[in-house]
Structure formats: C-alpha cells, structure tokens
C-alpha cells in the first residue's frame, strides 16, 4: 500500500482488509491496487513470491491474489505452500491467470485456492469475488480485525495494549497512535506531515520536534536503538518506518 489515503484515518485503516497482490504484470498490479484501494482495502504489491513471502513474516495480510504464471517460483508452487502452511492455510487466496483451461483451475482449486478468475476480467468482478472470498473467510488468516502484529510486536486496537514477544509494554495515547499508524505501514516511509497530521491533526502547526520526542520515547520503550534500528528507522528529512523484518 502507498500511504497517502488521508480521508480515512487511522481507525478507518485499522479496520480495513489487507489484501497482497502478487502479479509480475506491472500494468494489471497497478490496476489491481488502484481499484483495491478506492474500495478502501489496504494493499500491498509484489512483482513475485519471494517478497509476499518476505511480507507474510511480518504481518499476514487477510486475501491474497495470486498470479500464477510468474518468473522464479510460479503461483501453484506459492499456492502449495501457503495452504501446506499453519500460519498461512486460512488465509483465502484467489489465483489469477492467462490460462483457461479446466485442468490448471481444477489443480488451483485442488491446492486449496478459494477462487480462480481468468484474464482479461472485469474489475466489478474481481471486486465482487473478493468480497465473496472475504465472507465466507472474515477473521482471514486468524489474526482478528482488530489485532495488527508486525515483527515481535502485537497491538490490541480495542484494548490499545501492546506486547513485544508477548510482554506487555505501556505506552502513553499519542505513542500508541503513532506505533499503530507506522505498523499500517511497515516497509514504507510514512512522511513527517503525514504523521503529524494524522496523530496531531491536520491543522497541527507545531514544529516537528515533537514528533521526534515521540519517537524517541517510542524507541526507548521497544528497546530500539535509532543507530542501528529493529523497529523504528529514521529517513532524516523525510519521515519514518516501522521494519516488519526480524
């Protein structure tokens, strides 16, 4: 997912899908994104196997749309281990694909895939496949709609607890804002105006370094180090990330 969606908010993201499209087709992943994200689901993108795999270790997201004929590993190969997985079998998976022959569906269908849809497809089609996947599937991968885990770290949204490796940290009202809001975008650069928007609002004209006093007491409490991050890294100038990777 780009982060830039400002209308919602962080409840609003909260609460919304994640959904990984894995398709090496630059054109139909960005089409796929786009129409995705104006539904309002949160998506993230992947040109092959081997980064949703790299994603899934940090947060496991809720559908995943998967090409099947790709470079390197191709989308029955992922498909086999995604389902042969604990962790990752319950999460619904849609295979997208050139091919329309009633063999390479009836394999996809037999490997565990939720749904099969045949290109070129309509995009309120694929919308509404997905929303049927997601009914039938709603918790996803088990994770719960309101529970966001990234690295070592699990967030309550509900209860605004958060554990790191499965103890309890306290954090203060803006601290846990601020951690939620760049767990919702792991792996990407939230930029400064867009975290101080968000979690001081939009008409906040203070100077940034209160944001920064944040972080570092955000940090403090993982037990991150800004000089060399697990959790929390700094792009100077420019915003902050939470790293997903253990």
């Known amino acids: 997912m780009e982060y830039g969606r400002a209308g919602g908010g962080i409840e609003a993201l ?8 894995t398709e090496d087709d630059d054109n139909i992943r960005e089409l796929l994104r786009c129409t995705l994200e104006s539904y ?13 795999f790299d994603a899934i270790r940090g ?17 029955m190969e992922a498909l086999r281990i995604l389902k042969n997985d604990q962790r990752t079998g319950p999460v619904p998976v849609i295979m997208l694909t050139a091919k ?11 490997l565990g895939a939720d749904d099969y ?19 039938r599937n709603p918790s996803g991968g088990g994770k719960g709609e309101n529970i966001l885990t990234a690295a070592d770290i699990t967030l309550n949204v509900d209860s605004h607890e958060v554990f790191r490796d499965g103890t309890p940290l306290e954090l203060t009202l803006k601290e846990f804002e601020l951690l939620k809001l760049l767990i919702l975008n792991s792996n990407r650069v939230v930029p400064r105006e867009n975290l101080l928007g968000e979690i001081w609002g939009y008409d906040y004209m203070g100077e940034t ?17 800004a000089d ?5 890294k700094t792009v100077r100038s420019v915003g902050d990330k939470f790293i997903a990777k253990t």
């Open 14 to 21: 909260a609460m919304a899908k994640l959904i990984y499209i």
């Open 40 to 52: 309002g689901y949160r998506v993230q993108c992947f040109d092959g196997a081997a980064g949703m």
């Open 59 to 75: 947060e496991l997201p809720d559908l995943i749309l998967l090409d099947i004929m790709m470079p390197g590993m191709d989308g």
């Open 100 to 110: 329309s022959g009633e063999v390479d569906k009836v394999t996809g269908l037999d």
């Open 117 to 135: 849809i045949t290109k070129p497809f309509g995009l309120l089609e694929l919308t509404a496949r997905v929303r049927a996947a997601l009914r």
């Open 209 to 225: 370094r209160t944001l920064d006093m944040h972080i570092k007491t955000l940090r403090a409490k993982l037990g991150d180090d």
């Open 228 to 232: 060399n991050p697990r959790y929390i």
